[in-house]
């Protein structure tokens, strides 16, 4: 393929839609703890083609002379997506690496959020294509950040209960990096719809 041929905002809904099938095979994982080790190789497998996506990107980004937005946001973009599949990723081999049996309700409600904020992020990518006249994308924009503040609200709620209420430091400490972890994933996605935010007003 021809480096001219290339259609950013294509690239952009598949690595989405691959960072959505990540933070679903996620959510299994907390529903299927005893599974963790296949669940947690099946997320990294896609971490891989998440990997691969951006290179590919990258790689066609070096060859195009002509860019429908400027370069650094279409790198930017592309980053925090690949990024926000690492951090589910990280957390997947943390939960099989420190033998979680049980999942805290607080590390469920974060998850949820994470499973809705990855599939606004695809719809997004979507509307991104036309995104000098989508009237959907600010509102998906918008969405993305009050999910990512709903996740700060609960992030701190769980952290002080842990502190508060487990006696045990080495819970502490791993639910501690779960919970952390977690947090992060919704921060890297909230990245994406930032710049996304900055192409639509710098080009309105």
Same mark, same amino acid.
Request: glycine residues 2%; hydrophobic residues 40%; proline residues 2%.
């Given at each position: 393929?021809?480096?001219?041929?290339?259609?950013?905002? $294509?690239?952009?809904?598949?690595?989405?839609?691959?960072?959505?099938?990540?933070?679903?095979?996620?959510?299994?994982?907390? +529903?299927?703890?005893?599974? !963790?080790? &296949? /669940?947690? +190789?099946?997320? %990294?497998?896609?971490?891989?083609?998440?990997?691969?996506?951006? %290179?590919?990107?990258? %790689? %066609?980004?070096?060859?195009?002379? @002509? *860019?429908?937005?400027?370069?650094? &946001?279409?790198?930017?973009?592309?980053?925090? @997506?690949?990024?926000?599949?690492?951090? @589910?990723?990280?957390?997947?081999?943390?939960?099989?690496?420190?033998? @979680?049996?049980?999942?805290?309700?607080?590390?469920?409600?974060?998850?949820?959020?994470? *499973? /809705?904020?990855?599939?606004?992020?695809?719809?997004?990518?979507?509307?991104?294509?036309?995104?000098?006249?989508?009237?959907?994308?600010?509102?998906?924009?918008?969405?993305?950040?009050?999910?990512?503040?709903?996740? +700060?609200?609960?992030?701190? !709620?769980?952290?002080?209960?842990?502190?508060?209420?487990?006696? +045990?430091?080495?819970?502490?400490?791993?639910?501690?990096?779960?919970?952390?972890?977690?947090?992060?994933?919704? $921060?890297?996605?909230?990245?994406?719809?930032?710049?996304?935010?900055?192409?639509?007003?710098?080009?309105?």
């Amino acid at each position: 393929m021809k480096s001219k041929e290339v259609d950013y905002f $294509d690239l952009f809904i598949k690595a989405a839609t691959t960072c959505n099938r990540a933070a679903e095979g996620l959510d299994e994982l907390m +529903d299927n703890l005893n599974e !963790a080790k &296949d /669940k947690s +190789d099946a997320i %990294h497998q896609i971490e891989h083609e998440g990997d691969e996506q951006y %290179h590919v990107l990258y %790689h %066609h980004l070096n060859r195009s002379f @002509i *860019t429908p937005i400027e370069r650094e &946001d279409i790198l930017d973009i592309a980053k925090y @997506i690949e990024d926000t599949i690492d951090m @589910i990723d990280e957390v997947a081999i943390m939960m099989n690496m420190l033998s @979680i049996s049980s999942i805290r309700e607080p590390a469920k409600e974060i998850m949820n959020l994470i *499973t /809705k904020v990855c599939a606004v992020l695809v719809s997004a990518t979507v509307e991104f294509k036309n995104f000098k006249k989508s009237k959907e994308l600010p509102k998906l924009l918008v969405e993305i950040n009050h999910v990512e503040e709903e996740g +700060d609200v609960l992030y701190q !709620a769980a952290m002080k209960e842990l502190f508060s209420s487990e006696k +045990d430091p080495l819970e502490v400490i791993r639910w501690q990096n779960i919970y952390q972890s977690l947090e992060n994933v919704l $921060d890297a996605c909230e990245n994406v719809a930032d710049i996304m935010e900055g192409v639509i007003v710098k080009n309105s």
